[in-house]
């Protein structure tokens, strides 16, 4: 899950994104659809889950940068219902890609053991 950027010091909201069309692959347990396309679409998203999953929480397994521009983390994330007490826990692979600092794609992917 993307956390959500800083925005001390700059003079428009969420600068770690990218004015260029932003492409996003949630996290499958949370969709099962195309990609989300551009800034609005990815924070409605995020937004549309926090009003189902009132507590989530992401803790990073490993980050390391694959290539100039390409990051790839491995994260464990936990989502809970305080209403209905219902839950999720997976692990995801995040890949992100930069062009000039700035996020213009980020896809999820469950992780597989063999």
């Known amino acids: 899950m993307p956390a959500?950027?800083?925005t001390v010091g700059?003079?428009?909201p969420y600068p770690l994104y990218s004015l260029r069309m932003l492409e996003?692959?949630?996290?499958?347990?949370?969709?099962q659809g195309d990609p989300l396309r551009g800034r609005?679409?990815?924070?409605?998203?995020?937004?549309g889950v926090r009003?189902?999953?009132?507590?989530?929480?992401i803790e990073n397994l490993s980050l390391e940068e694959?290539?100039?521009?390409?990051?790839?983390?491995?994260?464990?994330?936990?989502?809970?219902?305080?209403a209905?007490?219902?839950?999720?826990?997976?692990?995801?692979?995040q890949t992100t890609e930069l062009d000039h600092g700035r996020v213009v794609r980020?896809?999820?992917?469950?992780?597989h053991h063999a």
């Not at 694959?66 to 305080?82: E, Q």
């Not at 980020?106 to 992780?111: I, R, S």
């Open 24 to 31: 996003y692959g949630p996290p499958p347990p949370l969709h």
């Open 4 to 6: 959500t950027p800083s």
């Open 66 to 82: 694959a290539a100039p521009g390409r990051i790839v983390r491995r994260a464990r994330l936990h989502h809970r219902s305080s």
């Open 106 to 111: 980020q896809m999820n992917v469950l992780e």
């Open 51 to 57: 009003e189902i999953y009132d507590d989530s929480t």
């Open 84 to 93: 209905t007490g219902d839950a999720l826990a997976y692990v995801i692979v």
């Open 40 to 47: 609005a679409a990815v924070l409605d998203f995020w937004r």
């Open 10 to 12: 700059t003079s428009r």
